[in-house]
């Protein structure tokens, strides 16, 4: 595998694939990184490898950033998610490509994660929750059942999302937040209850 970007974000994920036996073969990024935590070879920009039969893992922060790469990529290089072996993720939940699930996570029954996505440390995903492509729930936040995130949405560590609930795409939502009701597209809110910031 190739890990796309080269920093904090990028550490965890080589970690992952570490820990679930796929060996990390380099990196791409737009220059060469004088910290070079994993000892990998710099392979230059992603756009740049022609023929590989390697698989890529786009390891960029940014949900913006990492759609814009992803888009560039031919899917046969991209079919491929990390997820860390102390999470649970039910059999009945279903996975695009391009997934990073860190330690602790939980996805419960008839979950739906878009491509994209960044499950991060602790967060638990309810039943019947519908996360669309290119969405972070940091560490800790809470996704109650049925709930529906739109593209681009982050949702902040340690936040709650009330069950039913559907958020609109490209929102920010403050770390500790209460979500009680529906968000529309664009909005950045913060607090318990939530306001707009």
Known sequence: MIIVGYSGHSYVCIEIAQKINIKVKGYCDLNKKKHNPFNLSYLGHENDINNTKDKMFIAVGDNFLRKKIISNLDYNVLNINLIHPKSVISNTSILNHQILINAGVIVNSLVKIGTGCIINTGAIIEHNCEIDNFVHIAPGAVICGGVNISEGTFIGANSIVNQGVSI??????????????????????AGNPIKNI
């Open 168 to 189: 609109g795409k490209n929102v920010i939502i403050g770390s500790g937040s209460v979500v009680l009701n529906d968000i529309p597209d664009n909005s950045k809110v």
